[in-house]
């Protein structure tokens, strides 16, 4: 089955840098969704993508949908203590979308 | 509002033994999912239902059924549990295609 690739998959930063990831895939998506999960708890959505170029942002947090519908990119500003956690990206593909793919998760961990 | 509610939380099972994990939403969302989460794997679509009275297959459905009972319950069956389906379980709704999906808290299930 198809999972969505993502990277890095682990990243390990001090307080106030800049964070960036990215989730690609072989297929065309009409979605892209980005997750935050913390120890114990399920995915909360953080940002939602509907259109190729869009840019959204979410407080320190800003996703782009790419211009090819295959890869999408989190950043995440001036991170703070809080931002620990798994990051997915989870998309919906053009050909079935009644389907919610996830990627396999970035693990941020933020040092004071 | 209570969301997306999973039951139960935890579960230790023998080899063998059946059981049903139980998934309610009240947000009127017309899709329903199932994932298996597992250490550095994401997580893997089980089964989903597009709406009351279909269900489709995902990326891992080997060893589980599922129910859509009502626009309101999807449930997943192990019918023979075995050690390999120890995993952390999350439920999950939306609108439908392309929208947004939201998660329970997760039922983490032990097979010994």
């Known amino acids: 089955g198809q999972q969505l690739n993502q990277s890095p998959q682990s990243m390990f930063i001090q307080e106030g840098e800049d964070v960036s990831m990215n989730c690609t895939s072989s297929s065309i998506f009409n979605t892209w969704l980005w997750y935050k999960q913390e120890p114990g708890e399920g995915p909360v959505l953080l940002i939602a993508l509907y259109k190729a170029g869009e840019l959204t942002s979410n407080g320190r947090l800003t996703a782009q949908f790419g211009i090819t519908r295959k890869d999408s990119f989190l950043n995440i500003s001036a991170s703070i203590p809080s931002d620990v956690g798994i990051y997915f990206c989870?998309?919906?593909?053009?050909?079935?979308?009644?389907?919610?793919?996830f990627g396999t998760g970035t693990r941020l961990q933020v040092f004071p | 509002n209570a969301g997306v509610t999973q039951t139960p939380k935890f579960q230790v099972l023998k080899t063998g033994q059946s059981m049903t994990l139980q998934c309610a939403q009240d947000m009127n969302h017309n899709s329903m999912y199932w994932y298996r989460q597992d250490p550095g794997m994401g997580l893997r679509l089980i089964y989903y239902?597009?709406?009351?009275?279909?269900?489709d297959k995902g990326e891992v459905p080997n060893g589980y059924n599922v129910s859509r009972l009502n626009k309101r319950e999807f449930s997943l069956r192990l019918e023979s549990a075995a050690p390999s389906q120890t995993s952390v379980y999350f439920c999950?709704?939306?609108?439908?295609?392309?929208?947004?999906?939201?998660f329970g808290q997760g039922t983490r299930l032990t097979v010994v």
């Open positions: 239902s597009a709406s009351e009275g279909t269900t």
């Open positions: 989870a998309g919906q593909e053009r050909r079935n979308t009644d389907k919610l793919i």
């Open positions: 999950a709704s939306s609108w439908g295609r392309v929208t947004e999906a939201f």
